[in-house]
């Protein structure tokens, strides 16, 4: 049976999401904890976005197939749901391998359910929404979130960034803003891309970008995040961002902006009878039209 998990991480001491020999991920310390409590070797999870080292998340989602005995077996002697059980257990052989203070994980799984049928945690989502946090003066630096915020060390004009930002919203080749992997296509419809400086809450004072899309290739979102930087301290004027994605060339020269300011904020869903469509249609390689290809 496929079992959807919804989790959050602090990013810092991870090497990305993706599993690597020898290396610390959220991958494989996931995994590691699902094969503990399961008792299942070989478990593959299927995650919603594969995040780069030092980025965080509030709120990923990932499946994994279990064979439907281990799963009847997880509560145990108990009358406990076995969502809610592997939820609980999950939570302490996390806790044990973490490497923050004693008891407290930094990968953290929130829920736990059955998937509904057609469900795949990559290729069902239609979106993905990321932040991007910049403080640019000492006022706002809060040494508690450094690990999540850059400190950026000139003033940024918010506004600029704002307008430059608008000139990329839309289905394009965001080749110039991404690192392309062979066989894969870096057309992406970047639905929304806003520039604020945050007037209240924990954020008050900072910089925030806020980008969806419904997906994302490597290194797309700390790309835009760079390129909107550039144009917000004065090194490049507010055209700049749409010149250099018209060029679709990984020479337009877009800086890739530090990995700890950007945190997954939330993946979305269609209904459930929706979910095996949107897999399919996402599995499909797309293509722009000539007339389509510039913003």
Known sequence: ??????????????SGWAAQPALRTVEGELTAALTTVLRVPGLRLTVAGRTDAGVHAH??????DVPAEAWAAVPGR??????????TRLAGVLARSASGPRGASDVVVHGVRPAPPGF?????????RYAYRVSDSVATRDPVRRGAVLWHPRALDGAAMGRAAAGLVGEHDFLSFCRPRE????????????VERAD???????????VRADAFCHSMVRSLAGALLAVGEGRRPVTWPAEALALRSRTAGVDVAPAH????EGVGYPADE???ERARAARRVRTLDEDEASP
Do not use: K
């Open 59 to 64: 709120h990923q989602v990932a499946h994994v």
């Open 120 to 128: 795949d945690a990559r290729f069902s989502a239609t979106w993905r």
């Open 200 to 210: 209240a809450g924990p954020d008050a004072g900072l910089v925030v970008l806020t």
């Open 78 to 87: 108990t009358d406990r749901d076995p969502a809610d059980a592997l939820r």
């Open 1 to 14: 049976m496929r079992v959807r998990l919804d989790l959050a991480y602090d990013g810092t001491a991870f």
């Open 274 to 276: 929706l979910l095996s």
């Open 183 to 194: 066989g894969a296509t870096t057309i992406r419809t970047l639905e929304s891309l806003a």
């Open 261 to 264: 300011g950007l945190t997954l």
